[in-house]
């Protein structure tokens, strides 16, 4: 017997049953002891993931994109005739102009340009100009040293590169002396009816910062946040409308 065998110094045989409990108990420990660890370890909190910034953080993009048509709709009302406000009758007349209206109203420029394109019709006749007698004659527009460099120049070019006429893209026209992005778009807009982009003026930026079109004051940057939320076809016609908005109502000073 199992007393018997201990008596003697001899190890008592178990029954089969628990032969194996130790080790059955300590097999059994070592899940145990993984569960109590995992449980004791602190819980990560999940964090929820961060917004993404909307670039018109104050409406939604369909809520802004209502919003513009329902501006675009108020103004074509509003200005049934707009349009640009310098006298021109061909594209040079027109790239002339808007050069010399930099820094200038509007009105100024047309009280200047009748001498000028009477004295200079064409490119060929610009490029061959006195520079001090056109300094003299648009004197009254302001930097008219700087405008006269690049209306001669302007001249020289056209006659060397494009035989004497306006080209008729954005590529070719932003590199004739002083025309920039904006210049380019008032001739493409106006003289050749194709709508490349939005001209941002003084007007244009400052309404479209006001009626919360853009958070932006570069004129370029403003540019690409307008282009997505008007129709390609009415991209001239918007700058019309602003600008004639910003000259006849809402004012930098008290809109």
């Known amino acids: 017997t199992a007393l018997a065998e201990f008596e003697r110094g001899e190890r008592p045989m178990l029954p089969p049953t628990f032969r194996h409990m ?4 300590a097999a059994d420990r070592v899940p145990q002891r993984a569960q109590r660890a995992e449980e004791a370890r602190p819980m990560k909190r999940k964090v929820a993931p961060k917004p993404r ?20 709709a108020r103004l074509k009302r509003e200005y049934p ?5 310098l006298d021109y009758e061909t594209p040079l007349q027109l790239l002339v102009a808007t050069i010399l209206s930099a820094q200038c109203t509007d009105k100024r420029v047309n009280m200047v340009t009748p001498i000028l394109f009477k004295l200079y019709p064409t490119a060929q006749s610009l490029a061959d100009a ?41 590529d070719e026209l932003v590199k004739l002396p002083g025309v920039g992005r904006k210049t380019a778009n008032v001739i493409l807009g106006n003289a050749f009816g194709k709508n490349e982009g939005v001209v941002v003026d003084t ?11 853009t958070k932006e004051t570069d004129p370029v940057k403003v540019e690409q946040d307008l282009m997505p939320l008007f129709p390609h076809e009415d991209w001239a016609l918007l700058a019309h409308l602003l600008i004639f908005h910003g000259r006849r109502v809402c004012f930098a000073r008290s809109p």
């Open 22 to 25: 130790p080790q059955a108990l």
């Open 203 to 213: 007007h244009v930026g400052r309404l479209s910062l006001r009626l919360g079109l």
């Open 130 to 170: 006195d520079q001090e007698k056109v300094e003299e004659i648009i004197k009254s527009t302001g930097f008219f040293r700087n405008k006269t460099k690049s209306l001669i120049g302007l001249g020289k070019a056209l006659v060397e590169r494009h035989g004497g006429e306006v080209p008729d893209s954005m």
């Open 81 to 85: 005739d707009a349009r640009t406000e």
């Open 53 to 72: 910034k909307s670039k018109h953080p104050r409406s939604a993009k369909g809520a802004l994109g209502e919003h513009a048509k329902e501006i675009l």
